[in-house]
């Protein structure tokens, strides 16, 4: 019952910026820790942002700086905006929670992000 999908991948130069979305339904948002993964080809899937209901954010160090992750309780929605992107970037971008009432984990369908050289 709980679903999350993802929005506003795409390609983009480097240098260039982005915004996610991750829009959740069938659990009760304010409450769960949200967070963005992602994973690129021939790599295993890493964090890259965290946000507790608390607002306590958590960033990889390869991404400080230069992403942030916010949420919208009115709106059931994560966001990452990332900023400054490289080459290295590039992944499949995956919204996940960890839903409060179950204590289970739950995914996203993922969503591209190609950023060019």
């Known amino acids: 019952q709980v679903q999350l999908v993802e929005s506003g991948g795409g390609l983009v130069q480097a240098g260039g910026s982005l915004r996610l979305s991750c829009a959740s339904s069938?659990?009760?948002?304010?409450?769960?820790?949200m967070a963005w993964y992602r994973q690129a080809p021939g790599k295993q899937r890493e964090l890259v942002a965290r946000i507790h209901s608390s607002g306590l954010t958590n960033y990889a160090d390869s991404v400080k700086g230069r992403f942030t992750i916010s949420r919208d309780n009115a709106k059931n929605t994560v966001y990452l905006q990332m900023n400054s992107l490289k080459p290295e970037d590039t992944a499949v971008y995956y919204c996940?929670?960890?839903?409060?009432?179950?204590?289970?984990?739950?995914w996203g369908q993922g969503t591209q992000v190609t950023v060019s050289s």
């Open positions: 996940n929670t960890l839903e409060f009432t179950t204590s289970k984990y739950f």
């Open positions: 069938g659990t009760i948002f304010n409450i769960n820790v």
